[in-house]
């Protein structure tokens, strides 16, 4: 997993400037990888080889333009709680407003690293006007340009020394994480596994306790359940439950091997859900889909099928994801689901020998090879899984640069075909050789 940080402040200071610098060559990448939907609200970053997931709050706050001070205030209590960091960003063109004393009054009461970002300081003149920002009591600021990039490196080489050292994803039980949109029914599909009361349900929204790492062993399984139900409180739960739960999401799924992706069957398949589900696959963790509250559902013979087909539409092109139709109250297919899980979990983990790999493959692109590039062809020689936690594959060839996406697709659908990666992204590199 790698640490999080979060860049708080109110609106129009920068502070998606400053994240689109910090995670656009990243994004590039990943995009082209698996050409799915970028989402802008976070993502991943790294400076001198240290990664990071970087999470722009602002993005969440409804009507950024006339915002409620309430709501700032929220977004920071949020973000700071589930944060391992926070850059809270002024503006120097602005100075210091009202907003910024309460947001800096909320950071003092802080134990996590703060790091206060003056945004905008594009001249020498700005960077004495900055002085006045020492009078937050947040003590030392970094002067910085969004815009220009000028004085970020300062602030990130001080960044990355707090932050927790990466932890490798190395433990001896499988951990998997319950995700969901607020009330798809998280705690009562955790509570008919461990069946007993650890985590309360109720109708309202947003009532799970805190809890992380609850070790669990049934049917012959053992694991850890991933929680992070962190800081929600009862009161401050409505308006909130979207961000909160993306939060919380970000910091599950970092922790997990594999991420239980849970839906509400009669809300279906969303926009938001779909967030979530991709965060995994950015974060390379194996993913199960559970369609819960199936009680729910008037069904006919063809209700499994379509459910499945609209999903699968809407993952593609990683659609080789499984889908658990299941109740969490009438404990159907529970089960099934954790059984899954489990073999998700082995796909992750699986190394597939160098000589297995050859033999399979090669007579395959021998067959199918990829197509000529601007009159060039390539010759791919050997194949290796590298030796990540999840599955990579080299493929060294003579001009890695001319294998397209689609022939990248097309390794990667032949290795899922022999090799069943069910629920695990691939990622398959070309190397020069
Ligand atoms: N001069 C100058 N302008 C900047 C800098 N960084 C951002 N801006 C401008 O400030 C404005 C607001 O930037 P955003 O990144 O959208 O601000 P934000 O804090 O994300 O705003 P919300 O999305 O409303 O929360 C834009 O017009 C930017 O071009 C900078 O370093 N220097
Ligand atoms: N009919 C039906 N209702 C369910 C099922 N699973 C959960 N529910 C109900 O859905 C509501 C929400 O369930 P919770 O388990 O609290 O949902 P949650 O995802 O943990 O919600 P948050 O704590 O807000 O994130 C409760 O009223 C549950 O009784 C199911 O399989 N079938």
């Excluded at 989402?39 to 915002?67: A, C, M, P, Q």
């Excluded at 961000?243 to 992706?261: G, K, N, P, Q, T």
Aim: glycine share 6%.
């Amino acid at each position: 997993m790698s640490a999080i940080v979060a860049i708080v402040g109110r609106p129009n200071v920068g502070k998606s400037t400053f994240f689109n610098r910090l995670i656009q060559r990243r994004e590039a990448i990943v995009d082209a990888v698996s050409g799915v939907t970028r989402d802008r609200h976070y993502g991943k970053s790294d400076w001198n080889g240290r990664e990071f997931t970087v999470i722009d709050t602002g993005g969440y706050v409804l009507g950024s333009d006339d915002v409620f001070e309430k709501e700032i205030d929220k977004q920071v209590e949020l973000a700071i709680g589930e944060a391992d960091a926070v850059i809270f960003m002024v503006d120097v063109e602005t100075g210091i407003t009202g907003m910024d004393e309460d947001v800096a009054k909320l950071l003092r009461k802080v134990e996590k690293p703060v790091f206060l970002a003056v945004n905008k300081v594009d001249n020498t003149q700005r960077l004495q006007d900055a002085v006045e920002f020492y009078s937050l009591g947040l003590g030392e600021y970094y002067p910085i340009s969004s815009i220009n990039g000028s004085g970020s490196g300062e602030l990130l080489d001080d960044l990355i020394k707090v932050l927790p050292e990466k932890i490798e994803e190395k433990s001896e039980l499988p951990r998997f994480a319950v995700v969901g949109r607020p009330n798809a029914g998280k705690s009562s599909f955790i509570n008919a596994l461990i069946g007993e009361d650890r985590y309360i349900v109720t109708d309202i929204a947003g009532t799970t306790r805190d809890s992380i790492d609850t070790r669990y062993n049934r049917f012959g399984f053992e694991f850890n359940l991933v929680d992070t139900a962190g800081i929600r409180k009862k009161s401050k739960v409505r308006e909130d439950l979207e961000f909160y739960s993306v939060m919380r999401s970000i910091r599950a799924i970092e922790h997990c091997d594999v991420c239980i992706l849970l839906l509400d069957a009669t809300r279906g398949f969303d926009g938001q859900v779909e967030n979530i589900f991709w965060l995994a696959q950015r974060n390379n963790k194996g993913i199960v889909i559970l369609v819960n509250k199936w009680d729910l559902v008037e069904k006919d013979t063809q209700s499994v099928k379509q459910y499945t087909k609209a999903i699968k539409q809407a993952i593609e092109p990683f659609t080789d994801v499984p889908i658990v139709f299941i109740s969490a109250l009438t404990k159907q297919r529970i089960y099934k689901a954790i059984e899954t899980a489990v073999e998700v979990y082995k796909n992750r983990s699986k190394r597939i020998p160098t000589r297995k790999l050859n033999d399979v493959l090669l007579p395959i692109i021998e067959q199918t090879p990829p197509p000529a590039y601007k009159g060039k062809y390539v010759k791919i020689k050997y194949i290796t899984q590298l030796p990540t936690p999840y599955p990579q594959f080299a493929f060294f060839c003579n001009l890695p640069q001319y294998v397209r996406d689609p022939y990248k697709r097309f390794l990667e659908n032949k290795l899922r075909e022999h090799f069943d990666f069910t629920g695990v992204p691939v990622t398959i590199f070309m190397r020069k050789k």
